[in-house]
């Protein structure tokens, strides 16, 4: 019988819904972590752990080193990027202190991710997403050779301060950006299994993205303008033949990209209908009044439209009702005012 894997220093970035499952995880199988929040949630979890409560009623504490800045931190053998897209550029001013000569960086945004082209090699080889990363600040503080990509399955919700409740799922491929196999992804594999959570490593992590961001980019905006749940989307005539629309479109820009994807429409429509009375990410953000994932989950979606050249007019529309909700919310100080809204009308 071979050593025991070496216990893993792990930082992660963002505790919210699956930066928190993840860390809970993670502390729970015996590993290093350090969580880094800030204001109510970063207290309840220095003060009780971090309280994971799953879908049958079982309830874990974690226990975990959390801070509020990435120097307190220290080197890290991996680092999870959870934070929602959009806030991404303002922790990375400050990862370098994480990072060892060895440190992986494990992304789980939602939607696509700023280093798509990165390490892609072809027509759009290190091509940077505008949408994404307009600053060109997360190309330049995070080497794309550190990075490996993760798809997130689960769902999850922060329901308090220091709480994660999950929903459902438990599936985390990943993958290195040049689609090698790699040690160092093997051994992050293995850190997942160790967790009791289930991962893949993927040839073409790209293609699984796409997968993903193909619910999302309809799913979630959907959600958000209508107050709707997954079940309810795919339940409802209209809607649902608004989803496959804009998933057809997606489809073709994506195709035009090289990627394949393993479903049908129907059947990744049904996936999402099997979910249930789910609030996406989106749908969460929109009742807490938080600034939405409007590039990371559609803009950059219609970022390659232009970059291939393919018409898109559904996604378009959404995207613009969307940025206009954005908008009014942050206008408002958050969450949408009926009773203004009632009395305009």
């Not at 992986?104 to 990165?118: C, D, H, K, R």
Request: with cysteine.
């Amino acid at each position: 019988m071979g050593a025991p894997p070496r216990q893993k220093k792990i930082c992660v970035v963002g505790a919210g819904a699956i930066g928190g499952l993840l860390a809970a995880k993670f502390a729970l199988a015996g590993e290093d972590v350090t969580v880094i929040d800030q204001g109510a949630h970063l207290a309840a979890i220095q003060k009780n752990g971090l309280k994971l409560e799953w879908h049958d009623g079982k309830v874990q504490t974690a226990k975990m080193k959390a801070v509020n800045k990435p120097a307190e931190a220290g080197k890290q053998d991996i680092v999870v990027l959870a934070v929602k897209a959009h806030f991404l550029d303002q922790v990375v001013r400050d990862i370098e202190s994480l990072l060892g000569p060895d440190t992986i960086v494990l992304t789980v945004q939602n939607g696509l991710p700023w280093w798509y082209f990165q390490r892609l090699g072809g027509e759009y080889d290190n091509h940077r997403l505008e949408s994404l990363d307009p600053s060109g600040v997360l190309t330049k503080n995070v080497d794309p050779r550190r990075i490996i990509g993760c798809v997130v399955y689960p769902a999850a919700a922060a329901t308090a301060p220091g709480v994660i409740h999950h929903v459902e799922g438990d599936r985390f491929p990943i993958g290195e950006l040049d689609g090698k196999v790699t040690e160092r992804v093997k051994e992050l594999h293995d850190v997942f299994i160790k967790a009791g959570l289930k991962s893949l490593v993927l040839p073409d992590i790209r293609s699984e993205i796409w997968l993903k961001a193909w619910g999302n980019l309809s799913f979630n905006p959907i959600s958000a303008l209508t107050h709707a749940t997954l079940v309810d989307i795919c339940q409802f005539a209209e809607t649902r033949a608004l989803a496959a629309t804009m998933m057809k479109e997606a489809q073709d820009i994506a195709q035009k990209l090289g990627v394949t994807f393993r479903v049908s429409i129907d059947k990744r429509i049904a996936g999402a209908e099997a979910v249930g009375a789910h609030k996406t990410s989106m749908l969460q953000d929109v009742e807490a009044g938080r600034s939405l994932e409007t590039e990371a989950l559609i803009g950059s979606i219609l970022e390659m439209a232009k970059l291939t050249n393919t018409p898109a007019p559904a996604i378009e529309a959404v995207y613009a009702l969307v940025k206009l909700l954005n908008k009014v919310m942050l206008l408002e100080g958050g969450g949408v005012k009926v009773e203004k809204a009632n009395k305009a009308a």
